[in-house]
């Protein structure tokens, strides 16, 4: 029942107060007491009108966010200040940031300002799902300016879902929705993992209340037999323990609700077919020289009394997570015969892996930052996030993707650790290591045997990156790469080529128009646009530079023009001229992509389809298709809802789909060649086709007989007239008889 006596409510805040101070991770010196007990009056006051839908007094949800602060997460006086603070500026017009950071110093007052900034961002609301991912992105970029920001939103956040119940049903699923979008992997990335599975627990419970019920009554019906089997396995090698002289203890985890259920939905199976509902964690003392002897120590001695599973055998000491965590996992049979995961690490690992961010940097004073996997993943997430031309959904989907992702570790040829998440490519690995190696790749070597640039690497492969100067990009590495940064960089090389091929189509077109009597002016480029159906100047040069609108079209276009008829009805349809500066012609957006046409699989192949009506995906949706028995293949959107029970019981049936801009994208050539076999002669091919960058090669087959050879290349290009220049050059080489296009 919510409080209401003012008097109860003053014993109450004192109560509070004093459990704030108590609670704190933190050591808390006078001075931290001083403004942590500022930053309490000053948000009694700013508060002191408003209630929340619960009936209670407001000013105990950001009393409570400050605890999560100094208790679960474990920041500093500074932090759990602005936590207490955190709502005053957004709840409250008479209290301005100026008067915060008059109040409190300039750190207080910017934390609170990215705090308000989110809040603005999320009051708005959405229509769909473009708006959110906006917003999410506009909320990332505080990362960027203070990592605490995030973190005691998280902590906001949580305590709203912990105070959910209050709310209407459809604020229930919205919050809860949003929850488990963008909050939890964020919590997950940063290393808050108990965090991060109460928020996927409280998300599933307003998302799928039936569910969560059901295994959380299931989970609590087991608890007993959970702690029996806890206390057998203590008894088996507590002996062992303590006579290596060990300070330990043994607790158990439950597996999460929501990974249990994601666990039935993935696998197909019951609650009862689930055998890692919980996991042994094995908690040692250590001095931190030692702790890495002591956690394999502890391991021999598990080992010695139970059978492993070496396939089962997780490392993280040696080669520590991303987020700072740090253990060793192993997964044995057990007592009464159960497969059991076991999680050995100290209670230095221990509280990094419970507080994430605030263990990590209290246990680093004496270490380099450099070192530092979490500051080097904000550096890197600088980068995708700063990346204007990044469409806002891809973006927060690849976030996602990249928060999410397990890891897999590989090595340099010198035998340096590199960390990728799992699904990565030789090409992700290149960019991994510089930008640069990323733009000039041209092969990659995994553990001494060329590979595919869309080769999904393993951990424990060893990856040499091949690099040319006169490799460029190209569209296809954006199916080959999976990391952010990655995609990041090949769209901005890409969109800039774009730019250049605009600017010589935009002489060439003022060429061929001179040459039929006609100046290129803006009203002449408007002309163009309207003619051929083009939203820019930059597309018009750009189709152009390309060979897309060639000779012919610009001819069909002079001719027109001189019919005064087509020019009456053309000023009719469009009254209003829009005039657009030449000087400014260069600088426009970048160009963009009329999607009309679907291609399936690997080759980008053109086949008869139909739409799925579940979803009904129009032009331009993200897409998979879906080789159904009697009707075809049926096109479902990625955001389908059937899509992951069709992708999961069905892949076999699943087929990559993609739409694309027909007049962009290249066409599939074979080119036969004849000729006399002589040394080097194949490398001189391929060089002729490499040194031109609109072509890509798909395939390429030689065989020879008696002195002679015949050879089928297909390749993939834009226009026929690089076909045709090719061919040319292929002639010109020593030993070619024949070139033909078949």
Known sequence: MPVRDIETEKKLLAKEYKELLKISYQSLNKEDKKLIRKAFDYAVDAHQYQRRKSGEAYVFHPISVAKIV????????????????????????????????????????????????????????????????ENYRKMLLTLNEDVRVIIIKIADRLHNMQTLSSMPYEKQVQKASETLYIYAPLAHRIGLYNIKTELEDLGLKYTDTETYDEISKKLSESKKNQDNYI??????INSSLTKEKLKYEIKGRSKSIYSINNKMIRQGISFEEVYDKFAVRIIYKSKPEKEKFIAWKIYSIVTDHFTPNPTRLR???SAPKSTGYEALHIT??????????VQIRSERMNEIAEKGYAAHYKYKQNEAASNDNLDSWINKLQEA?????????????????NLY???????????DLKSLPKGATPLDFAFAIHTEVGLKTRGAKVNGKLVPLNRKLSSGDRIEILTSDKIKPSANWLDYATTAKAKSKIKATLNEEKKNLANDGKEILRRKLKHLKINLNDGIIQELQKYFKLSTSQDLFYRVGINTIDNEKIKKFATSRGNKFFNYIKKKISREKIIEPENHISNESEITSKYDSLVFGNDEEKL??????????????????????????????????????????????????????SSQEGFTVNIEITGIDTIGLLNEITKVISENMNINMKRLNFETDSGLFIGNIVISVKTSREINKLVKKLKLLKGIDKVKRK
């Not at 996030?385 to 690849?398: H, I, K, R, S, Y």
């Open 70 to 133: 100094a208790s679960e997460i474990g920041l500093d006086a500074v932090s759990i200040a602005a936590a207490l603070i955190h709502d005053v500026v957004e709840d409250n017009s008479s209290h301005t940031l100026e008067n915060i950071q008059k109040e409190f110093g300039k750190n207080i007052s910017k934390i609170v300002d990215g705090l308000t900034k989110i809040g603005k961002l999320n009051s708005k609301g959405y229509s769909d799902v473009s708006i959110q991912a």
């Open 315 to 317: 490392d993280w000491i």
């Open 385 to 401: 996030l700063e990346n204007p031309e990044t469409n806002a959904v891809d973006f927060v989907e690849q976030f996602k993707l």
């Open 405 to 415: 992702a397990k890891e897999i570790f590989v090595f340099t040829p010198e035998g």
């Open 231 to 236: 206390q057998k396995f203590n008894s088996i």
């Open 608 to 661: 008869e389809y139909k739409t799925a009506p579940c979803c009904n995906p129009i032009v331009g949706d993200k897409v998979f298709g879906f080789v159904t028995i009697n009707d075809g293949i049926k096109i479902h959107k990625k955001t389908c809802p059937n899509a992951v029970s069709l992708q999961s019981n069905y892949d076999y049936r699943i087929i990559k789909a993609k739409w694309i801009d």
């Open 332 to 341: 044995v049979v057990g007592p009464k015969s159960k497969w059991v995961e």
